[in-house]
């Protein structure tokens, strides 16, 4: 545990001198966020052999070690980073074979960081057919929605704002049918559901019975 921001810094300095390579999730995020450049990479040096030792179990800390890899270095060297991120890359989908869920989002995020769009489509496609229950390919099924279907404005006809609407009702009724109590598309259905003019006071009543009483 760790004390005030104030005293964070030095105690998280002693904790990594004495753990140099911890995989503890607070140690990790105090490091990124409040780490000096020094720090970073001392930490960074010493993870980086024990993930490889592990071959892929602790997946999610390869992305904290690539952002302090990125951080402990001037710009100038980001395309050796690069070009070390992309190793790694290929390292872990060969270890990760087939990946979990929780392992593609992490491999996604490694693509994402080196702008590998295409990849990153391509995880988010297998993400969603093979894990279509798990909260963050819901979560690229809802990032998707929004990209085809952009937030409608008040000056927008009647016609579209039905059609938006209904699209999003879709959406959510879709989503809930796996998770019924996603508390995100209950509310997007809640949304719709108060904006459709067919929409049945019982409806609409429904809709806001279920997400308030997920909130209890």
């Not at 545990?1 to 030095?10: G, Y």
């Not at 904790?15 to 966020?33: G, Y």
């Not at 869920?101 to 496609?125: C, F």
Request: net charge negative; charged share 30%; aromatic share 8%.
């Amino acid at each position: 545990k760790f004390a005030d921001a104030a005293q964070s810094v030095p105690e998280l300095d002693f904790f990594l001198h004495a753990c140099p390579a911890s995989l503890d999730p607070t140690a990790e995020e105090l490091t990124q966020n409040k780490g000096t450049p020094e720090m970073d990479a001392r930490y960074a040096a010493n993870l980086r052999p024990r993930l490889r030792e592990d071959k892929g179990q602790h997946v999610h800390s390869w992305r904290v070690l690539w952002d302090l890899e990125f951080k402990s270095v001037p710009v100038t060297q980001h395309d050796s980073v690069r070009r070390q991120v992309a190793a790694d890359l290929q390292y872990l989908e060969k270890q990760l074979n087939p990946p979990s869920a929780k392992e593609m989002w992490a491999l996604r995020s490694g693509y994402t960081l080196l702008g590998d769009q295409k990849k990153v489509d391509q995880l988010d496609q297998e993400l969603v057919d093979r894990f279509p229950q798990d909260t963050h390919a819901q979560s690229v099924v809802w990032e998707r929605w929004r990209k085809e279907h952009p937030q409608i404005k008040p000056e927008d006809s009647p016609e579209k704002k039905i059609e938006y609407y209904r699209s999003k009702l879709q959406m959510a009724d879709g989503i809930l049918k796996s998770s019924p109590e996603n508390e995100l598309y209950l509310y997007e259905r809640f949304d719709a559901l108060s904006n459709l003019l067919d929409s049945t006071p019982e409806q609409i009543e429904a809709a806001a019975d279920a997400r308030t009483n997920l909130l209890k």
